[in-house]
């Protein structure tokens, strides 16, 4: 191929030949790796370095498989990988895996299929593989999962007359776009009912280190659904990024970890637990200051030094005497720092100086929102009925709440007889949406500026709003201006 040929096929691949900037398009993901990889060791631009494979055989492909075998599977240049990227279709699996899926790497991106705005049909369930050889228990599955889509088709029609009733058509507004906002939010509350083997469809995309790892986790699971559909994964991005994700395996440590913590952690269940209540709750466990006699002052003075540090000449040193001598103008930095905040700004990075850790007790129906935060580092205890429930107050004003309490019951029921059948890890595909999980997440105040902007928002869910607002209500507690700072964008 002489050298006009290759730089006409080059503008196939780069969206200009002479400028700086320029993006990169049309090669295959491993190929990319490579080039991305190779600035690291050669004097040659990007450019030059497409030059090069393209005069290869299959755009490089070989070349490249050569390549991530030596520097990444072998030699642990796992950084490499994150230059491939991979965009997955995730379809009818359920409610359960995909929240393993999106909590298995904190850089996985994901749009999912919104009970919040779509209805699904009747029937569209997983029904866990398990049950092939206990039919009867099969059979009660999957009467309880028709059970409930009848009790969800119920709440919906008799919360959206309820809600018509309670929310005339204000003047100057359309009949239909009013309705269509009721029906929303009928659906919203209506899923409650729903329990999670209902099926779901994501879209994924993520770079190929994160999708390995992904991969090695769900191979891990517990959960036979997720090691079949962690195969499934495998097999189809070979397509894309083969060498990259040759490797993705079970992890022994995970596994007997796992059953390690488990089998010792029986004897501790057995000194009792505290009963649970119904509705939600957050509990600040820890926080930065804390122990301390001002963890506000402890808290504003981590903010002010990082600021400080980066804005003036001062050495942190010089910054720590001028601040121990002038504690009145921590709180003024910070109010410099916020001031010209924006509602859609990001905080300065310093705030994710101040630390927090909580403990969740919140509705499922929350839970899959709130986990979609990858920026807070969740720990999740399996699903359950031992947490009590979340029941939506229109359900309540509506005289619905016996209907929904009844769906809730009839899994609670057959949850016990599956625990007792030896097959706990099916039980937690019949826990409703309404049942509380128990989960504790680390994060940041530059978080906590985002979790209340999104979720305290007027457009949020009451659930995920109330539960942020629990949590917001902790935080005051230690950290007032923070709080009221960041409630300003809300407001």
């Given at each position: 191929?002489?050298?006009?040929?290759?730089?006409?096929?080059?503008?196939?691949?780069?969206?200009?030949?002479?400028?700086?900037?320029?993006?990169?398009?049309?090669?295959?993901?491993?190929?990319?790796?490579?080039?991305?990889?190779?600035?690291?060791?050669?004097?040659?631009?990007?450019?030059?370095?497409?030059?090069?494979?393209?005069?290869?055989?299959?755009?490089?492909?070989?070349?490249?498989?050569?390549?991530?075998?030596?520097?990444?599977?072998?030699?642990?240049?796992?950084?490499?990988?994150?230059?491939?990227?991979?965009?997955?279709?995730?379809?009818?699996?359920?409610?359960?895996?995909?929240?393993?899926?999106?909590?298995?790497?904190?850089?996985?991106?994901?749009?999912?299929?919104?009970?919040?705005?779509?209805?699904?049909?009747?029937?569209?369930?997983?029904?866990?593989?398990?049950?092939?050889?206990?039919?009867?228990?099969?059979?009660?599955?999957?009467?309880?999962?028709?059970?409930?889509?009848?009790?969800?088709?119920?709440?919906?029609?008799?919360?959206?007359?309820?809600?018509?009733?309670?929310?005339?058509?204000?003047?100057?507004?359309?009949?239909?776009?009013?309705?269509?906002?009721?029906?929303?939010?009928?659906?919203?509350?209506?899923?409650?009912?729903?329990?999670?083997?209902?099926?779901?469809?994501?879209?994924?995309?993520?770079?190929?280190?994160?999708?390995?790892?992904?991969?090695?986790?769900?191979?891990?699971?517990?959960?036979?659904?997720?090691?079949?559909?962690?195969?499934?994964?495998?097999?189809?991005?070979?397509?894309?990024?083969?060498?990259?994700?040759?490797?993705?395996?079970?992890?022994?440590?995970?596994?007997?970890?796992?059953?390690?913590?488990?089998?010792?952690?029986?004897?501790?269940?057995?000194?009792?637990k505290t009963k649970p209540e119904n509705g939600s709750s957050v509990a600040l466990f820890d926080y930065t200051g804390?122990?301390?006699?001002?963890?506000?002052?402890?808290?504003?003075?981590?903010?002010?030094?990082?600021?400080?540090?980066?804005?003036?000449?001062?050495s942190v040193g010089d910054i720590e005497r001028h601040l121990s001598q002038n504690t009145p103008e921590l709180e003024?930095?910070?109010?410099?720092?916020?001031?010209?905040?924006?509602?859609?700004?990001?905080?300065?990075?310093?705030?994710?100086?101040?630390?927090?850790?909580?403990?969740?007790?919140?509705?499922?129906?929350?839970?899959?929102?709130?986990?979609?935060?990858?920026?807070?580092?969740?720990?999740?205890?399996?699903?359950?009925?031992?947490?009590?429930?979340?029941?939506?107050?229109?359900?309540?004003?509506?005289?619905?709440?016996?209907?929904?309490?009844?769906?809730?019951?009839?899994?609670?029921?057959?949850?016990?007889?599956?625990?007792?059948?030896?097959?706990?890890?099916?039980?937690?595909?019949?826990?409703?949406?309404?049942?509380?999980?128990?989960?504790?997440?680390?994060?940041?105040?530059?978080?906590?500026?985002?979790?209340?902007?999104?979720?305290?928002?007027?457009?949020?869910?009451?659930?995920?709003?109330?539960?942020?607002?629990?949590?917001?209500?902790?935080?005051?507690?230690?950290?007032?201006?923070?709080?009221?700072?960041?409630?300003?964008?809300?407001?």
């Amino acid at each position: 191929m002489d050298d006009k040929s290759v730089a006409q096929e080059m503008e196939s691949y780069v969206s200009n030949l002479d400028r700086d900037i320029y993006t990169i398009s049309n090669i295959p993901e491993e190929v990319v790796a490579v080039i991305f990889a190779y600035v690291s060791r050669s004097p040659k631009s990007f450019r030059e370095n497409i030059d090069t494979v393209i005069r290869e055989q299959e755009m490089g492909r070989d070349r490249a498989e050569k390549f991530h075998e030596k520097w990444v599977l072998n030699y642990g240049h796992a950084s490499v990988a994150e230059h491939a990227t991979v965009h997955m279709g995730v379809e009818r699996v359920s409610r359960l895996f995909s929240s393993l899926l999106e909590c298995a790497n904190e850089f996985l991106s994901f749009t999912e299929y919104s009970q919040r705005y779509q209805r699904p049909r009747k029937g569209d369930n997983y029904i866990p593989k398990e049950l092939d050889s206990h039919p009867v228990l099969k059979k009660e599955f999957e009467e309880l999962c028709d059970f409930q889509y009848d009790v969800y088709s119920r709440l919906n029609t008799e919360l959206f007359d309820f809600l018509k009733t309670k929310f005339p058509i204000p003047e100057g507004k359309q009949e239909k776009a009013h309705f269509r906002a009721l029906e929303k939010i009928a659906f919203e509350d209506a899923r409650y009912a729903l329990n999670l083997s209902t099926l779901t469809n994501l879209g994924m995309t993520a770079n190929a280190r994160a999708i390995e790892q992904t991969i090695s986790a769900l191979l891990s699971s517990r959960y036979l659904e997720a090691r079949k559909r962690a195969e499934e994964m495998k097999s189809e991005v070979r397509f894309s990024v083969p060498t990259l994700v040759k490797y993705a395996d079970e992890n022994p440590y995970i596994v007997k970890t796992r059953e390690a913590l488990a089998e010792f952690s029986r004897d501790l269940e057995d000194t009792g637990k505290t009963k649970p209540e119904n509705g939600s709750s957050v509990a600040l466990f820890d926080y930065t200051g804390r122990g301390r006699e001002n963890p506000q002052a402890e808290a504003l003075r981590e903010i002010a030094r990082g600021l400080l540090f980066e804005f003036s000449g001062l050495s942190v040193g010089d910054i720590e005497r001028h601040l121990s001598q002038n504690t009145p103008e921590l709180e003024k930095i910070f109010s410099i720092a916020v001031e010209a905040l924006g509602k859609h700004d990001n905080p300065a990075g310093i705030f994710r100086s101040v630390n927090y850790n909580a403990e969740f007790v919140l509705s499922e129906a929350a839970w899959h929102q709130l986990l979609r935060h990858r920026k807070v580092s969740w720990t999740a205890k399996e699903p359950s009925v031992e947490d009590g429930v979340t029941v939506p107050p229109h359900v309540t004003e509506s005289g619905t709440e016996e209907l929904l309490l009844n769906a809730v019951g009839r899994s609670e029921h057959l949850y016990e007889k599956l625990v007792d059948a030896g097959s706990r890890d099916v039980a937690s595909y019949v826990v409703t949406n309404a049942h509380n999980r128990r989960v504790s997440g680390s994060f940041d105040l530059w978080e906590f500026y985002h979790l209340t902007n999104l979720r305290m928002s007027e457009g949020a869910q009451w659930d995920i709003q109330k539960v942020v607002g629990q949590l917001a209500q902790e935080i005051g507690k230690v950290h007032p201006v923070f709080v009221r700072s960041a409630l300003k964008r809300v407001a």
